[in-house]
């Protein structure tokens, strides 16, 4: 029993054989995968140097409040 779909077309299979990239596109060039950085690798690079910076911060802050108060507490003895 033959469907409506089993007859082969009267055609040039060589020409569609010969136009395959024109039909379908020309396959673009390969990424090679090892030149690129994953992003959750980038974004915890980026989150650590943040962090990094927001802890040189805070300590320098410490740093100043501790001399601040040194030198408070010479001008109280002075």
Not at 14 to 41: A, L, M, Q
Not at 50 to 70: G, I, P, S, V, W
Request: with cysteine.
């Amino acid at each position: 029993m033959n469907g409506k779909g089993d007859k082969l077309r009267q055609g040039d299979n060589n020409s569609y054989n010969d136009n395959w990239d024109r039909i379908c596109g020309k396959k673009g060039d390969d990424i090679d995968t090892s030149d690129v950085e994953p992003f959750h690798i980038k974004n915890a690079r980026e989150l650590k140097m943040q962090d990094l910076e927001f802890e040189a911060r805070r300590k320098q802050e410490q740093r100043d409040k501790f001399e601040a108060m040194l030198e408070d507490m010479k001008d109280d003895e002075g």
